[in-house]
């Protein structure tokens, strides 16, 4: 599997999106506070800060999505699941027009960060986008097989024989 599937991108573009709105928020409550429109502005603050690194964390999730790593689909998960509850808190309380376009976007990202084609593109080995090695129908690279090269215990060569060392003092 050397090309990203349409499913890896389409979540990765939905929770980059996210991320950006999470920093738009921020960017607005920080801008909020600092002309001193806030009511609270120790609450503002914390939100602000809140905000924008949760929207970094994001847009972190989306660009490791796209990279094929395995630990950005987890709390890329997280963050729809927590989006959901918001969303229906908000459908709850009238305001429509936010609660349908947060809902929409976190199902739509849940169906496809749990995909099969993303599972198996994130699970299993795959050609990063910036690796320009050529592997063969194995999956391998040119050089030595990764197994082989992680199976060489620390501290020892890879024949088997210990490093030389000086004396200890």
Request: charged share 15%; glycine share 14%; net charge positive.
């Amino acid at each position: 599997m050397s090309k990203r599937l349409n499913t890896v991108h389409g979540a990765a573009a939905l929770v980059a999106a996210e991320g950006l709105t999470a920093v738009g928020f921020g960017l607005f409550t920080g801008y909020e506070t600092v002309i001193g429109a806030a009511v609270d502005p120790a609450t503002a603050i914390a939100v602000t800060v809140i905000a924008l690194g949760a929207g970094a964390g994001m847009l972190g999730c989306a660009r490791g999505l796209l990279r094929g790593d395995g630990w950005s689909r987890s709390p890329s998960v997280l963050v729809q699941l927590f989006a959901l509850p918001v969303a229906w808190s908000l459908w709850q309380s009238g305001q429509y027009w936010l609660a349908v376009p947060l809902g929409l976007v976190a199902v739509a990202a849940l169906v496809l960060l749990l995909s099969p084609p993303t599972t198996a593109w994130l699970v299993h080995d795959h050609e990063p986008s910036g690796d320009s090695g050529e592997r063969d129908a194995a999956g391998e690279g040119a050089g030595e097989p990764r197994e082989k090269a992680a199976a060489a215990p620390r501290g020892r060569a890879p024949s088997g024989k210990k490093k030389q060392g000086g004396k200890k003092r």
